[in-house]
């Protein structure tokens, strides 16, 4: 099956600073990939989403990139804010199923 | 927010008990999902359904069944629960299985002693 990676396990930046959380996957079936936005005691929540013949997708200060050649992608956060501190989540869906990386906690500081 | 309810949201059990986990959506979606989240792990999934008496196994099914007899409704049962299945359990839908978004509902959080 597939298996997705994520790096790093924890991100500390200053507020106004940029973060970037890094993805890999395995199987070239893999076509579409969100990314999740989970805070303490709730269920991730969608944040953006990019399709295998995308290579960008932006969304105020939130981006993704795609490399379907090295079968990796990419979150952007630009402008940090406190509220962005959770956990994120990429996925890959293969086939009707989900696989998810690990998760990336995103701390802020003010 | 996606209308998705889990009930019980908290569950005490102990080992050898079976469990039952429900999932309710109102909005109509093809398919759901049964995921379990662990520290280091992230989500792995259970087992999906992709319409009614459908259903299919993830990662980590094993010692887990589902049945979903409504559209609206995804049932998980741990048939005879271990401190291992000690875990958050999300249920998500999604209007189509390949490349359609998944809304995830709140969580329950179960403790097997």
């Known amino acids: 099956g597939e298996n997705v990676e994520q790096h790093p396990s924890t991100l500390s930046v200053q ?15 893999s076509n579409y990939f969100p990314w999740y936005k989970q805070e303490l005691g709730k269920g991730p929540q969608l944040i953006i989403d990019i399709r295998s013949n ?22 952007h956060i630009t402008e940090t804010q406190p509220e962005d501190s959770a956990v994120y989540f990429c996925a890959a869906n293969n086939f009707n199923k989900f696989y998810f990386g690990s998760g990336t906690k995103l701390n802020v500081k003010p | 927010d996606a209308g998705i309810t889990q009930s019980p949201r908290h569950k005490v059990t ?19 999902y049964w995921y379990r989240q662990d520290p280091g792990h992230g989500l792995r999934l259970i087992h999906y359904s992709y319409g009614v008496k459908d259903t299919d196994k993830g990662e980590v099914s094993d010692g887990y069944s589902v049945s979903r007899s409504k559209t609206e409704d995804f049932l998980l049962t741990l048939e005879s629960a271990t401190s291992s299945q000690t875990s958050v359990y999300f249920c998500a839908i999604s209007e189509g299985g390949n490349g359609e978004t998944q809304y995830f509902g709140p969580g329950t959080r179960l403790l097997v002693l």
Request: some cysteine; hydrophobic content about 25%.
């Open chain 2, 14 to 32: 102990e080992t050898g008990t079976p469990v039952t986990l429900r999932c309710h959506q109102t909005e109509n979606h093809r398919y759901m």
């Open chain 1, 15 to 29: 507020e106004g600073d940029s973060a970037v959380i890094k993805c890999t996957y395995s199987d070239s079936a």
């Open chain 1, 54 to 75: 995308v290579g960008e997708k932006k969304d105020q200060r939130i981006a993704v990139t795609l490399n379907k050649t090295a079968k990796h992608f990419s979150l």
